[in-house]
């Protein structure tokens, strides 16, 4: 089993900066991938960006490209979302995933993932 923990949401205006967190703990998979993904209201859970751990290759959802970064500790077993320019539209609970399969390059797909943290919401003020 994999545990993930998120952090590091919050309020913030747009045009401002978080860095979200994502802690694992029990049985991480070096070889294998790590995402974010968003869930705003009423609307259904969307790919952000993924980072095979390890192989630097990293994907992004086209709206957050030159604005969002994902990046890994592996010394820390920990994930890293940092969030610039923010816009209301970001708004939604962002999830930590994990995905347990060795594939060619991290997946978009949230079906892939096994493993997912309890969420932490980010709120964008216009």
């Known amino acids: 089993q994999v545990q993930l923990v998120e952090s590091g949401g919050g309020l913030v205006q747009a045009g401002g900066s978080l860095r979200l967190s994502c802690v694992a703990s029990?049985?991480?998979?070096?070889?294998?991938?790590m995402g974010w993904f968003r869930q705003a209201p009423g609307k259904e859970r969307a790919f952000v960006a993924a980072?095979?751990?390890?192989?630097?290759?990293?994907r992004y959802v086209d709206s957050v490209k030159g604005r969002f970064t994902i990046s890994r500790d592996n010394a820390k077993n920990t994930v890293y979302l940092q969030m610039n320019s923010l816009k209301p539209e970001d708004t939604a609970v962002y999830y930590c995933?994990?995905?347990?399969?060795?594939?060619?390059?991290?997946?978009?797909?949230?079906?892939?993932?096994?493993?997912w943290g309890q969420g932490t919401q980010v709120t964008v003020s216009s």
């Open positions: 029990g049985r991480t998979f070096s070889s294998n991938a």
């Open positions: 980072m095979s751990w390890s192989v630097t290759s990293t």
């Open positions: 995933a994990a995905d347990s399969q060795v594939r060619f390059g991290p997946s978009v797909r949230h079906i892939d993932y096994d493993y």
